[in-house]
Structure formats: structure tokens, C-alpha cells
């Protein structure tokens, strides 16, 4: 207690009885008074634990709004989904080098990445639309793109709902993991061209699908941002057009509201116009059918 009132240029009482006020207030207790020396409660570590993160943070606002009013944030967090990884990941990398003094890049499925923007992990998020029901957070539209039919090459594509029906016993249907967010839009979409396909293989990764497609394991339906995310040498799949009521996907970027500026506007535009040219060299490695 004394050398705490040292510190902050008070009297012992002082500190002694801002501890009781806090212990009355939360109704706890923060200090084991039986022990000597002190030694803190439960309570009272998780107090100090959580007082040293808000403490830490409160010293880093100052930095930071000067940093911002720079230009230059020093750390940002940016998440990616999958689908978009080979589309923009060397764009958004370059980004970051130039905005932030640090910055980490994360790439995976939508409903992980978005869960870590809510709970505040993640700074920036681009995306599916996965949190749109979610208030406060800065919103921008990337892209939008058809679902579509994804075959072996030179296999017959289904031209309407009932061929479809149709095909499934012979060839079956690969689905994508119902914990990506595209796996939950297209089984919605099923369920609306009332289509009961069996479940025989399920996957989270876009190219592990096309991979199995190429070897005549089956069909899917997936996007050509997927497509061309999964990079397989050209003439190995075809991509036909979905029967039935078109399915559009649509991709977005969410940032944390009001905290960078306009560095999110600023990476949406960027990513808009990448997208709308069709991506960096690799992305063209196997062009659509």
C-alpha cells in the first residue's frame, strides 16, 4: 500500500480507502487480508488483469490518434476469406506496408473470421456477407458473382432443375463444409429448387473440391472467385451456368466503425477495382469455360 501511494503521489489512507471503495461498489474482495504481505483474491487478479489492458490500451490512444491524423496506424488486423486469398492477398499485404507500422494478415472461412471481427480480434474482415444483421460496423461492397455449375471437363452439364435431381445418383454432389458461409448459401439454394441431394463428401477448401471434381469424383456448385482460388491446370473442370433462379454471392469488406478513417473506404476501392479487372497473373492461371 505504501509503495502503491509513492507511485501515485498520494497518502496510504488514499489508496487504502480507493480499495474499499472498489471492493464496496462490486461487492468483492480484492485483497487475502489474512496473508502477509497481501496477496490478491480471484477477484482481485482479475481486476489487475483486466486494469492492465485497459491501462495499456488508454496509453496507446494518444499514439495512435496522432498516427491516424498521419495517415499511419501501428498495428491493424485484417481478415480474409479463402475464396479471396489468391485474388487480393499480395493487394491487401501491400496495403498494409504502407498504412500500418504493423500489421497481421489472416486468411480462412467466413463465420470464423467474422465471429473474431465481432469480438473485436479482427480490425478489417473481407468477406461474404455473413454480419449484415450486425449494427455499428462500416460496411463496403466488393463484388458480386453468380453461383455456377462446376463439372469434370467434357461431362455434360445439367441444363435444368431436374437433370440436376437427375445427375446426383450417378455423379454425386460435393458439398462445401456447412461451416463456410458459402456451404450454408448454397444448401438455402437447394432448398429452394427443392433439390434433396445426398450427402456422400464435404469440404472446406476450395481447392480440394475442384481437386476432387477434376478426378471425376463428382460435381458442385461454388463462384469463380472459388474457381480460380483453387488454381488447377486448365481443361481439368468446365463451369456452366446454374439452372434455375440465378444465385448471386455477394462479398464484402466490414471494418471496426469510425476507427481507422478512411483506410477502409480506401482498401475497399483498391479491392473493388482488382476484382472488377480479374486479379493479379495467377488468378488467370485457368481461365472459366
Not at 118 to 137: K, N, P, S
Not at 158 to 180: D, H, I, K
Request: hydrophobic fraction near 45%; proline fraction near 7%.
Amino acid at each position: 500500500m505504501a509503495h502503491a501511494a509513492r507511485r501515485l503521489g498520494v497518502t496510504q489512507p488514499a489508496v487504502s480507502q480507493t480499495i474499499a471503495e472498489i471492493e464496496a461498489r462490486t461487492g468483492t474482495t480484492l485483497f487475502d487480508r489474512r496473508t502477509r504481505p497481501l496477496s490478491l483474491t480471484s477477484a482481485g487478479l482479475v481486476l489487475r488483469q483486466r486494469g492492465s489492458l485497459l491501462l495499456a490500451d488508454a496509453r496507446e490512444i494518444g499514439p495512435l490518434l496522432r498516427q491516424i491524423g498521419q495517415r499511419r496506424v501501428p498495428f491493424l488486423r485484417v481478415g480474409v476469406v479463402d475464396s479471396l486469398s489468391r485474388a487480393l492477398a499480395d493487394l491487401v499485404a501491400g496495403f498494409l506496408a504502407e498504412v500500418a507500422d504493423q500489421s497481421t494478415l489472416l486468411s480462412g472461412l467466413t463465420i470464423s473470421q467474422t465471429s473474431s471481427l465481432v469480438t473485436r480480434q479482427l480490425d478489417i474482415f473481407l468477406g461474404a456477407q455473413e454480419v449484415e444483421d450486425t449494427e455499428g460496423l462500416e460496411r463496403h461492397v466488393l463484388h458480386e458473382e453468380p453461383y455456377i455449375l462446376v463439372c469434370k471437363a467434357g461431362v455434360p452439364a445439367p441444363g435444368t432443375v431436374a437433370e440436376m435431381a437427375a445427375l446426383a445418383p450417378q455423379s454425386p454432389f460435393l458439398r462445401f463444409n456447412a461451416r463456410s458461409r458459402m456451404g450454408l448459401e448454397i444448401e438455402r439454394h437447394l432448398r429452394r429448387l427443392r433439390l434433396d441431394l445426398p450427402r456422400r463428401q464435404e469440404f472446406d477448401s476450395t481447392y480440394a473440391v475442384a481437386a476432387a471434381i477434376a478426378s471425376g469424383l463428382g460435381w458442385t456448385i461454388a463462384t469463380p472467385l472459388c474457381v480460380r482460388e483453387a488454381a488447377l491446370p486448365a481443361g481439368l473442370i468446365d463451369c456452366h451456368p446454374l439452372p434455375g433462379p440465378l444465385a448471386i454471392r455477394r462479398l464484402v469488406l466490414v471494418a471496426q466503425p469510425r476507427e481507422f478513417g478512411p483506410l477502409p473506404a480506401q482498401l475497399a476501392t483498391l479491392c473493388r477495382l482488382r476484382l472488377r479487372e480479374g486479379g493479379p497473373p495467377a488468378f488467370d492461371a485457368k481461365p472459366l469455360r
